[in-house]
């Protein structure tokens, strides 16, 4: 079977890390005799560079003409000051509202043997954490109404009721195969949009009665966090606040180096990133940690291509190579060995 995947390698790290997943990819292929076919098209820092433009016209026909994108990260300090619209980060929300990816998926696994590199207290998280964080992604403060004024600006949150019941929808269905418990995330005390979420939340609760629902303030929730992460199943929250709360949860994994997501949308179609960005302090030096764009990979032949046994596979691939002790500089404890991107990225290939 033929899969077509548009690639985006983006800014800073992005180059260097999708290289490393399209090369697990290929090795996926082989082995298990699928055609991936890759058309690289220019999204970001780069593409204003070469084109002018921070989405050109091509790169999104070439996205909807695809079966699934994969994502490296767009942004960075040299396109800092162009206005709004014309940002590198501006084509990234542009794909996920033209492609209508509102779901995005974001698990916060913690391995087992990389326990120690988390910044809590090892009883809090002794057993591991494995939650994942269902965030809106084409509402809320990024997509509403928005304008500056001279000394004056203003971002609108807006939602409508169906926003909210179709990603309420994926979370329930998504407890439903996990630990049947969502936590709902707001900010119902001072929000009129949160008021609407929770109560749309539990209307929608009714359709799951096996699910347990609770809410939980945003506030609160960051702090609950750090304080109990293992009391959380599948977290279902607004865009910002999950923007926010996925990048508190990958460091308790032990970093944001090894959170992926995928961004769906109704049918199987999806865009596939790691959660963290350009990583412009570490760019080009073959510091990135490759893992978060592999387990996007991963997601990738789960959620768009239907292969679990190959999602697996990767998967497993990563749990060996961090088993036998390999650590890229995020992940590596004092006077741990420390290996490159493309040596990360080498010793996953070579444990497929
Ligand atoms: N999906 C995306 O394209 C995306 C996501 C987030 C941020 N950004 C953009 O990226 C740029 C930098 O943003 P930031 O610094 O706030 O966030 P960032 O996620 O790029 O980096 C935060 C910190 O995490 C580290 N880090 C990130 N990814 C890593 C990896 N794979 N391996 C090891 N360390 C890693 C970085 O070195 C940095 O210290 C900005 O322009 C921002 O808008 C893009
Ligand atoms: C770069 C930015 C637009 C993006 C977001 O806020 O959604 C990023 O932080 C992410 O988490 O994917
Ligand atoms: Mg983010």
């Known amino acids: 079977m033929k899969y077509k995947i548009a ?12 290289d490393e997943a399209i090369k697990v990819l290929k090795k996926m292929g082989e082995k298990y005799n699928h055609n991936f076919e890759f058309t690289e098209v220019l999204a970001g820092g780069i593409a204003i560079d070469k084109t002018g433009k921070n989405l050109p016209e091509e790169t999104l026909q070439v996205c909807k003409e695809s079966d699934a994108v994969i994502l490296g ?34 698990p916060a696994v913690m391995f087992d043997i990389l326990k120690d590199t988390c910044p809590l207290k090892p009883e809090i998280v002794e057993g591991g954490m494995d939650i994942v964080i269902v965030r809106e992604l084409t509402g809320g403060i990024y997509f509403g109404k928005k304008f500056t004024e001279g000394n004056y600006a203003c971002d609108c949150m807006e939602y409508s009721k169906y926003e909210i019941e179709r990603i309420a929808h994926q979370a329930f269905k998504i407890a439903q195969s996990r630990n049947k418990h969502v936590t ?17 939340v539990e209307e929608v609760a009714k359709d799951y009665p096996d699910v347990k629902l609770n809410h939980l303030y945003v506030d609160n929730a960051a702090m609950q966090l750090v304080v109990n992460p293992k009391q959380f199943d599948v977290i279902v929250t607004e865009n910002m606040f999950g923007d926010i709360l996925s990048d508190e949860a990958s460091m ?15 049918n199987n179609f999806g865009m596939y990133e790691p959660i963290h960005g350009s990583a412009p302090d570490i760019a080009g030096q073959g510091k990135a940690n490759p893992i978060a764009t592999i387990l996007s990979i991963s997601m990738m032949l789960k959620y768009t291509f239907g292969l679990q046994s190959e999602s697996d596979c990767i998967e497993n691939a990563v749990k060996k190579t961090l088993s036998d002790g390999h650590r890229t500089a995020d992940i590596a404890r004092k006077g741990e060995k420390i290996i490159t991107t493309v040596e990360m990225g080498n010793i996953i290939v070579e444990s497929i």
């Open 7 to 18: 690639v985006i390698k983006g800014d800073g790290i992005g180059p260097e890390i999708v």
């Open 252 to 266: 308790i994994t032990g970093s944001i180096g090894l959170l992926p997501s995928a961004s769906l949308g109704d």
């Open 73 to 106: 990260a767009v942004g960075g300090p040299k396109w800092d000051s162009l206005p709004g619209n014309e940002r590198p980060e501006k084509a990234l929300l542009a794909l996920r509202k033209e492609l209508n990816l509102y779901s995005n998926i974001r």
């Open 184 to 200: 709902s995330v707001d900010k119902a005390n001072v929000l009129e949009t949160s008021r609407l979420w929770r109560k749309t």
